[in-house]
């Protein structure tokens, strides 16, 4: 069984704001009447172009763990 990464306080925050920050970036240039067509790249087959916000929140997925929480 893997150790379990506990992080506190102000340390714990940065690394979440961080991770809706880049949510934010990413589903952003979706909204509105001018939104652009972002581009998902996929493990296997051809990339998924998209102007959904949900579809593109759907599909982050980030490296680091607390800000991958931050993110879903």
């Known amino acids: 069984m893997a150790a379990k990464i506990i992080k506190f306080s102000e340390e714990a925050r940065a690394k979440i704001l961080s991770g ?3 949510l934010a970036d990413a589903v952003t240039v979706t909204l509105g009447p001018k939104g652009r067509n972002v581009v ?3 493990a296997f ?3 998924t172009i998209t ?3 949900v579809t593109v929140a759907k599909e982050i ?3 680091d ?3 991958n ?3 879903q």
């Open 20 to 22: 809706v920050k880049i």
């Open 69 to 71: 929480m931050g993110a």
């Open 45 to 47: 087959g051809a990339p």
């Open 61 to 63: 997925q980030l490296e």
């Open 51 to 53: 102007k959904d916000g």
């Open 40 to 42: 998902i790249e996929k």
């Open 65 to 67: 763990k607390f800000e």
